[in-house]
């Protein structure tokens, strides 16, 4: 059955091989049967200061590597935030129904404040999972497929909408689900494998974008521990297990068979095969941003996503001001 599926990337740095993994290379697959709406979520970039030719340049890159990476513009709504204000306004509407309670238990919030001075953390920052919410709400998105890290987000959107629902008695939101995939919702940064691999904070990533010999080299160096056996085990063997993830994801393996193909291989040879197939992925897809970037179709994308993306997101904000009783003809 056709649902409406919905993701968001925000473009707070280069992209990461953890974006590509847990989110990006998902988002193709569910296109054909579904109605797909994925959007650069660049107000959400925003929350922390970012220079403006960066965070221009960020978004443009999205866009590219988003039809780079499968996304067929006439099968898919690609859309800018920004481009559609129904997102701001109902953000600012559903902000009335978040709690501050449920709004200082994000975790994500806590671990991006901790490394902020206390008189510089923005209420964006704070506010950002309810604008997100909005972002979901708006499309009467069913499916939210992303990385692990956002789950707390996409739970506490549901939250909101049941509130909303059950406050007004009746059905205004649908109650969106995250998708999670088992394996790769969570890729670790390479020189500390128990910090998540993150745009904003790139030490330890990969880049999408990087030189393959520089990506080659980040593998060799990747650390691991002082055994000599490829083996899943998150707890004792993160480094290694993180490789082991990396790899399974890119070869369409599950983590066992991987661990199988590497019984007695010590780590060097384990990470020129991790080094291979990252490589041999990346090449791929950066010749086809190449292309992309080539083509100039960004724009007209973003036009056609934004218009399509509009005329639905409007028709909620519609439905929703009617039902809490703000004058709309
Ligand atoms: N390391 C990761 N492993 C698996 N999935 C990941 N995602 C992000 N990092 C990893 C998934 O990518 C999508 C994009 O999310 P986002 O741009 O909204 O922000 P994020 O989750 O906060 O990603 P970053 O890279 O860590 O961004 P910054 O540094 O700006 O906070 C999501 O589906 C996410 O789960």
């Known amino acids: 059955m056709e649902q409406v599926v919905l993701s968001g990337i925000k473009p707070t740095g280069q992209l990461q091989l953890g974006n590509y993994i847990g989110a990006l290379r998902n988002f193709a697959k569910y296109q054909d049967d579904n109605q797909v709406f994925v959007f650069i979520a660049d107000l959400h970039a925003l ?27 006439n099968k898919a709504t690609i859309f800018l935030q920004s481009d559609v204000p129904a997102h701001s306004e109902l953000g600012t509407i559903l902000g009335n129904y978040a709690y501050m309670g449920e709004m200082n238990r994000m975790t994500q919030f806590k671990e991006k404040a901790s490394k902020l001075n206390d008189k510089s953390i923005g209420l964006g920052l704070y506010t950002y999972p309810v ?57 670790m940064s390479l020189s500390d494998p128990t910090k998540k691999m993150s745009k904003s904070d790139p030490k330890g990533d990969i880049l999408l974008k990087d030189d393959l010999k520089a990506v080659r080299k980040k593998i060799m160096s990747a650390v691991t521990d002082l055994e000599c056996e490829v083996r899943y085990d998150k707890e004792n063997k993160p480094g290694i297990s993180n490789l082991l993830t990396i790899y399974s994801c890119l070869k369409d393996i599950t983590i066992e068979e991987a661990e199988k193909e590497f019984i007695g291989c010590n780590y060097g040879t384990f990470k020129k095969a991790v080094a291979d197939v990252v490589c041999a992925t990346l090449e791929e897809l950066q010749a086809k941003y190449n292309q992309v970037i080539e083509s100039g179709i960004i724009d007209e994308v973003l036009q056609k996503g934004a218009e399509k993306a509009s005329k639905i997101a409007n028709e909620t904000v519609k439905r929703v001001k009617k039902v809490i009783g703000l004058y709309t003809k």
């Open 131 to 187: 604008l997100m919410a909005a972002d979901i709400l708006l499309y009467n998105a069913k499916t939210v497929p992303v990385g692990e890290d956002q789950k707390q987000h996409v739970e506490l959107c549901r939250n909101l909408a049941e509130r909303f629902n059950h406050r007004y008695k009746q059905d205004v939101f649908t109650i969106p689900t995250p998708v999670i995939n088992k394996t790769g919702a969570r890729i």
């Open 47 to 73: 929350t922390l200061p970012i220079d403006p030719q960066v965070l221009y340049n960020n978004t443009r890159d999205i866009v590219a590597f988003y039809l780079a990476c499968g996304l067929d513009p």
